[in-house]
């Protein structure tokens, strides 16, 4: 009897250690919340640079047959994680650029994500910048405005998270006396956006923009390009060589300057990753091409799988190479 209350003793405390254990190896941050897994996939998902280059090279080359009022216009965007303490949850500041010139800026907004728990979803709501802030200062919520009736209801469909705004009260700026509709499809490389102005009055759209596809912007890698131009060449050196470094390129269209001291020609030095739908196979490739600035053709082009961290090319008078920045 004696033993059997040891036994029974030792297997209770055995017991208590392995439940202490075990609850010892809990995953970092959990909850009950079902949505936490895809709020941390949205914000990762959403941070960093996107541009539509490769929407708007597929929708100019012929056999694409996209007329060229219903083709898109190039704009780059900057996403830039805000401290979770700005709002209260995950937040990025959001800079959008025509053509990719940070001197052209088209807008500027903040996007906040909160879960819908106990439902299912995620909540993406807009804040404007109040009058006079400028996105360079260090950001408070009491330097942002909410724009009502614009929030989007995300929710997780196969692989990505979509959804639209609700009802008919968005008043985005410059919708006027109009609507503002909004689809979002958000998934790890790439994000759709559909906007369109919708009459109160009507319920119709406004405008052709119902006609334009969805804006597709794909997730940039970094990479830090640097060139050697040379009067002579590689094998001669001299005082007059031309020297230059691009930190922090993308890879969706970036276009770098250079001078040659051979002839003082310009020239484009350009990263360009490519989706080509029109091979069955290697459609998809990473591009780097030097072409004088106004010809219709390149000087030199090299290509490599996509997924390559490394692109060079020497032409003698030229030495140019393109690294990807690891994080």
């Known amino acids: 009897r004696v033993m059997s209350r040891i036994g029974k003793m030792m297997a209770l405390a055995f017991g208590a250690m392995c439940s202490a254990a075990f609850a010892g190896t809990a995953p970092d941050g959990l909850t009950n919340d079902r949505n936490a897994r895809y709020m941390t996939y949205a914000a990762e998902w959403l941070e960093g640079e996107f541009d539509n280059d490769l929407q708007v090279w597929f929708e100019a080359d012929p056999r694409s047959q996209t007329p060229v009022d219903v083709r898109h216009q190039r704009i780059h965007t900057v996403h830039s994680r805000l401290p979770d303490a700005v709002l209260g949850t995950p937040a990025l500041l959001v800079r959008e650029y025509q053509d990719d010139d940070r001197a052209r800026l088209l807008g500027e907004h903040v996007v906040n994500l909160r879960s819908l728990a106990p439902k299912d979803g995620i909540r993406l709501t807009y804040y404007r910048l109040r009058g006079g ?4 200062e260090e950001l ?28 008919s009260a968005c008043a985005w700026d410059g919708a006027g006396g109009n609507s503002m509709h909004e689809t979002l499809w958000l998934g790890p490389e790439v994000y759709w956006r559909h906007r369109t102005q919708v009459s109160r009055r009507t ?24 060139a050697h131009l040379f009067a002579d060449s590689y094998l001669s050196p001299s005082p007059a060589d031309k020297v230059y470094a691009f930190p922090n390129r993308h890879d969706l269209g970036d276009q770098m300057v250079l001078e040659s001291p051979r002839d003082g020609k310009r020239y484009h030095l350009q990263l360009r990753r490519q989706r080509y739908p029109y091979y069955r196979t290697g459609g998809e490739f990473l591009l780097l091409r030097l072409r004088e600035v106004g010809a219709p053709s390149s000087v030199a082009i090299v290509t490599s799988d996509s997924s390559n961290d490394n692109l060079s090319l020497n032409l003698g008078w030229a030495m140019i190479a393109c690294n990807a920045v690891k994080p």
């Open 133 to 136: 802030v400028r996105a360079s």
């Open 140 to 167: 408070t919520s009491s330097m942002l405005e909410e724009v009502p009736g614009c929030d989007v209801i995300l929710q997780l469909r196969g692989g990505q998270l979509e959804g639209s705004t609700q009802g």
């Open 203 to 226: 319920g119709q759209p406004v405008s052709r923009t119902e006609a334009l596809p969805p804006t597709a912007f794909y997730k940039a890698r970094k990479f830090d390009c640097s």
